[in-house]
């Protein structure tokens, strides 16, 4: 490793990742959205720009939706509620939540029923059937934790989870209770998307580890730190100043024992302590998409 490979890292360019079964999910989804009354997109709070599908709208259309901040216990709220009010003002409804520890989501149900009270009342007055359950579908990029959502709502496992992108591979109806069904989807992406866009997503593990070279990733981190959190490098790493990537590296396998024979850094196992550090959620109150920049 050199500075000259350090200095890839921000050359501007659009990375292209695009596997076939995502093609196929916004084909399934554009054949059943007919079928569907409201969206629940989930989003990472700490990056609410780049987990955003970009081209939702054109396979979704005008759909009563429900934007879903979740992880919102270990973003910088000062930073992401700027990205709600933003939302809010586009027309979302907007639920924050924490997956992981909220046990319970009878607040998202309530207002899902409450989002439809309304347009059953218009298809009552046209006569329409309304004694049907209503019907969700739930999108999101990969591993933002759209299965953890079905299995909060409905109570119990009823689809995996993991912390990797590319968990769930199907279309599938699962019921929650008497009034709601949801139509779960596999994490998407889109065709092409700008370097920091990029960076952003494989920093939190949106996309898969070998789509962009880990050492790129995992200095994008710790940059972004710097600029944007200093006091946090200092905290988990004792880096005070961040001046080479190397130097930050060495320093950081020293302090977590990342040692090979002879006492040398073995790399790898430092890029994956950082990676696991943000997968993992030890670095809290952390947002890399900045509103307005």
């Not at 990205?83 to 924490?98: L, Q, S």
Request: with cysteine; charged share 30%.
């Amino acid at each position: 490793m050199n500075n000259q490979d350090n200095e890839k890292v921000f050359q501007k360019s659009q990375i292209n990742w695009y596997p076939g079964h995502m093609a196929k999910t916004k084909r399934l989804i554009r054949e059943n959205i007919n079928l569907i009354d409201v969206v629940y997109e989930v989003i990472d709070s700490r990056i609410p720009k780049s987990s955003k599908i970009i081209d939702i709208d054109n396979y979704i259309g005008n759909k009563k939706r429900i934007l879903i901040f979740n992880k919102y216990d270990l973003c910088d709220k000062i930073e992401t509620d700027k990205w709600i009010k933003y939302y809010e003002n586009k027309g979302y409804t907007v639920v924050k939540t924490n997956l992981t520890l909220d046990k319970k989501l009878n607040y998202l149900i309530s207002k899902t029923k409450e989002l439809m009270t309304l347009e059953f009342d218009k298809m009552k007055e046209k006569s329409m059937k309304t004694d049907r359950k209503i019907r969700v579908l739930v999108v999101g990029v990969p591993n933002v934790g759209k299965s953890t959502l079905i299995n909060r709502l409905v109570g119990r496992k009823i689809v995996n989870t993991g912390n990797k992108p590319g968990v769930t591979k199907n279309l599938d109806w699962i019921r929650v209770d008497n009034d709601i069904e949801l139509l779960d989807s596999p994490g998407i992406l889109w065709p092409k998307f700008e370097d920091d866009i990029a960076f952003n997503l494989a920093s939190f593990t949106a996309i898969k580890e070998e789509v962009l070279p880990i050492n790129q990733v995992v200095e994008y981190i710790l940059k972004t730190l710097y600029n944007l959190y200093p006091e946090k490098l200092q905290e988990r790493y004792k880096i005070d100043k961040y001046d080479d990537f190397v130097e930050a590296l060495d320093t950081i396998g020293k302090k977590r024992g990342c040692l090979v024979k002879g006492g040398e850094i073995d790399y790898d196992k430092v890029f994956n302590v950082v990676l696991n550090d943000i997968k993992n959620g030890y670095i809290k109150e952390i947002t890399f998409d900045r509103y307005g920049v």
